[in-house]
């Protein structure tokens, strides 16, 4: 079963390569979105959705910076979802996480560790008074 369509997946490629071109060979541009889809979690479907409303709304058929800008004007709403699930997608995935040396794994139960920093630049805080009411 086709997810998008010919055209949809050319619109879609483009724009995902403008928002997020391919910075290096480490990190992919975010139009690797599209070929891992997974209609079982309600990310993705969402995505889906959102991008099948851009696409309809979409009248070139290429789209450059300028397109794009004009996209987002015209269809501001549908465009901040769109870009929203994109960046969710793109940096959720475990090959962008890997590349980018931030953690692949959720931070329990192990933890994240903080590196332990110089507390005294906390003091200004510390000495502040309330700023509430009791």
Do not use: W
């Amino acid at each position: 079963m086709e997810i998008f369509s010919e055209e949809e997946i050319s619109k879609l490629s483009q724009i995902l390569n403008l928002i997020l071109p391919e910075y290096n060979e480490n990190l992919p541009s975010a139009s690797f979105i599209i070929n891992n889809l997974n209609l079982t979690n309600s990310i993705h479907k969402h995505f889906v959705d959102a991008s099948k409303n851009l696409c309809s709304r979409v009248e070139n058929i290429i789209i450059t910076d300028l397109i794009l800008t004009q996209i987002k004007k015209n269809n501001f709403r549908e465009f901040s979802v769109f870009v929203n699930l994109v960046l969710i997608l793109y940096y959720s995935n475990k090959k962008v996480l890997n590349n980018l040396n931030v953690g692949s794994v959720p931070p329990f139960p192990e933890g994240n560790f903080v590196k332990e920093g110089d507390l005294y630049l906390l003091e200004q805080v510390f000495l502040k008074e309330k700023i509430y009411r009791e």
